[in-house]
């Protein structure tokens, strides 16, 4: 299993409901560097992690990359410059990747 999947898999297993409020204080801080560029997926995950109809699982997932974008825990620290937000930005596409199937209504 690769680093970021692995990241990914701790961090959908953490997640929660109650996570839903510090993304939602969180998230907009961080349209900025790599993320800028991922910026509609990272939107997509937040409506589909929003979503009380979508799959439990899914919304974990979603939930997991996202407080992992806004956690200040991460591989990589985020205030590095460019380099910080890189893994934050391999964990989206990589919870992206996964939920493919389930995110085009949200894109």
């Not at 993304?23 to 992690?49: C, E, F, H, T």
């Amino acid at each position: 299993m690769s680093e970021v999947s692995s990241l990914l898999r701790v961090q959908s297993e953490r997640s929660c409901e109650s996570d839903l409020g510090q993304i939602q204080n969180d998230i907009s801080g961080y349209n900025k560097g790599p993320v800028a560029k991922v910026w509609a997926k990272v939107m997509a995950l937040w409506r589909y992690a929003k979503d009380p109809n979508a799959p439990w699982w899914g919304r974990a997932l979603a939930i997991g990359a996202l407080v992992y974008l806004v956690s200040p825990l991460d591989a990589v620290p985020d205030p590095i410059p460019v380099a910080g937000l890189l893994d934050d930005v391999a964990v989206i596409i990589a919870a992206v990747k996964r939920l493919h199937d389930e995110l085009g209504p949200y894109l």
